[in-house]
């Protein structure tokens, strides 16, 4: 049966289910993920869990391995599509025609960071329902008021914050683990990759985060036996590599020990990675001999910039010197790093980015780093705490629903012409499978023929090694190319 447990969750943290009816078991709701870095979503898994456990018939479909076939559509009373990240939004609302075509009778629910801070832009393009946040409760009470005829207003929006009964998420109806993402070992071996999430939220405010506007400074822990039973399922299904999505793996570091320190007991082979900012790299740095220990391979950090004045607008919370320093603890705790950036702000500079290369290359980090990352440029989306700042909005143009956010354009035209190229040389180099050691050689030709400047040979020695990755590289708010939109 759908849904059915692989083996019974050995702890009982989950309250009753509620009874079943014969109509719950004839509402049919369809859940769509546009895009979750080549990763199986738990935020589909999630609320399948919560659906079918009150007797609905739930079907996923992963557009980012599926088509949007007729048949999965058809009879759907809801339609509940993830946004989760800028990308899955502008696939989603490129899909939006298609599905309401395949399914005109349902009521359409967006949810995920990305549905509240768009809500204008989705109740236009006939989304009814908007909900954020811990939203799996909201989910069911609108699929059981659909189903019961009585659906709400189109135009709602409700972001819940409250705290949840996680329950074990069921993977049961996504495509299997080993069509997503894998790992690649610098020797060349992959590995089947799980996806796990221990927390929701972040308790910080990074003025240019997606998480904020949301939960405002909050986060929310899934407990330890949940996401422990998660992993088992994900083992048993062939994951031999656990990516935690949590937006900081360090919020709550008690949590984190407890998490890795399980996962490693009962499964001593398997490795993992997780995302901790700089901060919490250096706050926590006793912990990071145990996560090595418990088979952390690499840890994904938001650095940003290595420019001081940037990263006080961001309000990061670091400084470049911050992130030097928490290279070296993880390196000296043996574990890899995998930075990433956002290099094009209005307050770049062209030496500044020049200075950005010039450091990778210094702490021995150019292999860490997939040439995509080089080329991202700020996104302001509706919502954003940069729009807080003064002075701000007078280097805007008006929101763009084409590109879901504020457009922007840099005082110094050099700098967005750079960042122009090196967007297309990263998206050609990745195409070509080029090494990262090659495309940085060329980023590092553009970036100094900007300058006007000849550009100097990288040093003949070690600028990094390769280190573990996974084969979706780590970014966020991208063009959707043409492969994401071939399912519909
Ligand atoms: S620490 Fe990371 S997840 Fe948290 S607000 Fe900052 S950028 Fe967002």
């Given at each position: 049966m759908?849904?059915?447990?692989?083996?019974?969750?050995?702890?009982?943290?989950e309250p009753p289910a509620p009874s079943v009816t014969k109509s719950d078991a004839a509402f049919r709701v369809v859940l769509i993920n546009p895009y979750e870095l080549g990763r199986q979503p738990f935020a589909l898994a999630q609320p399948t869990a919560w659906l079918r456990r009150a007797g609905m018939e739930v079907v996923c479909l992963d557009l980012s391995l599926q088509t949007l076939e007729?048949?999965?559509?058809?009879?759907?009373g809801l339609i509940g599509l993830y946004l989760g990240m800028h990308t899955a939004?502008?696939?989603?609302?490129?899909?939006?025609?298609?599905?309401?075509?395949?399914?005109?009778?349902?009521?359409?629910?967006a949810y995920g960071l990305y549905a509240p801070m768009n809500a204008a832009l989705l109740h236009g393009r006939g989304i009814a329902t908007i909900l954020g946040g811990e939203c799996e409760p909201d989910?069911?009470?609108?699929?059981?008021?659909?189903?019961?005829?009585?659906?709400?207003?189109?135009?709602?929006?409700?972001?819940?914050?409250?705290?949840?009964?996680?329950?074990?998420?069921d993977r049961s109806a996504l495509p299997p683990l080993e069509r997503y993402t894998h790992l690649t070992l610098p020797d060349g071996g992959t590995r089947v990759v799980g996806f796990a999430e221990g927390s929701r939220g972040c308790k910080h405010l990074c003025r240019?985060?997606?998480?904020?506007?949301?939960?405002?400074?909050?986060?929310?822990?899934?407990?330890?036996?949940?996401?422990?039973?998660?992993?088992?399922?994900?083992?048993?299904?062939?994951?031999?590599?656990?990516?935690?999505?949590?937006?900081?793996?360090?919020?709550?570091?008690?949590?984190?020990?407890?998490?890795?320190?399980?996962?490693h007991r009962e499964f001593p082979a398997l490795t993992y990675d997780a995302t901790i900012k700089v901060e919490h790299l250096i706050r926590h740095a006793e912990l990071l001999p145990l996560l090595r220990k418990t088979g952390c391979l690499f840890i994904t950090s938001a650095v940003e910039s290595v420019d001081d004045r940037v990263l006080e607008s961001l309000e990061k919370n670091h400084t470049a010197a911050d992130f030097a320093q928490a290279a070296g603890l993880l390196r000296e705790a043996g574990i890899a790093l995998a930075p990433t950036f956002v290099p094009f702000t209005p307050w770049t500079?062209?030496?500044?980015?020049?200075?950005?290369?010039?450091?990778?290359?210094?702490?021995?980090?150019?292999?860490?780093?997939?040439?995509?990352?080089?080329?991202?440029?700020?996104?302001?989306?509706?919502?954003?705490r940069l729009l807080e700042l003064s002075g701000f909005a007078q280097h805007l143009e008006p929101f763009d629903p084409t590109i879901l956010g504020y457009p922007w354009r840099h005082e110094d035209p050099r700098v967005d012409a750079l960042q122009e190229h090196v967007q297309a040389w990263a998206a050609q180099a990745e195409e070509r499978g080029l090494p990262r050691r090659e495309a940085f050689g060329r980023i590092w030709e553009l970036a100094h023929e900007a300058q006007g400047e000849r550009p100097p040979p990288l040093p003949a020695g070690p600028i990094g090694a390769a280190i573990p990755r996974l084969s979706e590289a780590w970014y966020c708010c991208a063009e959707p190319t043409r492969r994401q939109l071939h399912s519909f």
């Amino acid at each position: 049966m759908p849904g059915e447990p692989m083996s019974a969750p050995p702890f009982q943290t989950e309250p009753p289910a509620p009874s079943v009816t014969k109509s719950d078991a004839a509402f049919r709701v369809v859940l769509i993920n546009p895009y979750e870095l080549g990763r199986q979503p738990f935020a589909l898994a999630q609320p399948t869990a919560w659906l079918r456990r009150a007797g609905m018939e739930v079907v996923c479909l992963d557009l980012s391995l599926q088509t949007l076939e007729p048949q999965a559509l058809a009879g759907a009373g809801l339609i509940g599509l993830y946004l989760g990240m800028h990308t899955a939004t502008r696939i989603a609302v490129e899909a939006l025609p298609r599905i309401r075509e395949l399914a005109p009778q349902a009521h359409f629910c967006a949810y995920g960071l990305y549905a509240p801070m768009n809500a204008a832009l989705l109740h236009g393009r006939g989304i009814a329902t908007i909900l954020g946040g811990e939203c799996e409760p909201d989910l069911l009470a609108l699929a059981q008021s659909v189903r019961d005829g009585a659906p709400p207003e189109p135009g709602g929006v409700h972001v819940g914050l409250d705290k949840i009964a996680f329950l074990t998420p069921d993977r049961s109806a996504l495509p299997p683990l080993e069509r997503y993402t894998h790992l690649t070992l610098p020797d060349g071996g992959t590995r089947v990759v799980g996806f796990a999430e221990g927390s929701r939220g972040c308790k910080h405010l990074c003025r240019h985060c997606p998480v904020v506007p949301v939960y405002g400074g909050r986060f929310r822990i899934v407990p330890p036996e949940v996401v422990q039973e998660d992993i088992r399922r994900q083992v048993a299904a062939g994951a031999a590599h656990i990516s935690f999505g949590d937006p900081d793996f360090f919020n709550g570091p008690t949590h984190a020990r407890r998490l890795v320190e399980a996962l490693h007991r009962e499964f001593p082979a398997l490795t993992y990675d997780a995302t901790i900012k700089v901060e919490h790299l250096i706050r926590h740095a006793e912990l990071l001999p145990l996560l090595r220990k418990t088979g952390c391979l690499f840890i994904t950090s938001a650095v940003e910039s290595v420019d001081d004045r940037v990263l006080e607008s961001l309000e990061k919370n670091h400084t470049a010197a911050d992130f030097a320093q928490a290279a070296g603890l993880l390196r000296e705790a043996g574990i890899a790093l995998a930075p990433t950036f956002v290099p094009f702000t209005p307050w770049t500079r062209l030496e500044g980015y020049t200075a950005l290369l010039r450091r990778l290359v210094e702490l021995e980090l150019v292999e860490s780093v997939p040439p995509v990352q080089l080329s991202i440029r700020l996104l302001i989306p509706e919502g954003s705490r940069l729009l807080e700042l003064s002075g701000f909005a007078q280097h805007l143009e008006p929101f763009d629903p084409t590109i879901l956010g504020y457009p922007w354009r840099h005082e110094d035209p050099r700098v967005d012409a750079l960042q122009e190229h090196v967007q297309a040389w990263a998206a050609q180099a990745e195409e070509r499978g080029l090494p990262r050691r090659e495309a940085f050689g060329r980023i590092w030709e553009l970036a100094h023929e900007a300058q006007g400047e000849r550009p100097p040979p990288l040093p003949a020695g070690p600028i990094g090694a390769a280190i573990p990755r996974l084969s979706e590289a780590w970014y966020c708010c991208a063009e959707p190319t043409r492969r994401q939109l071939h399912s519909f």
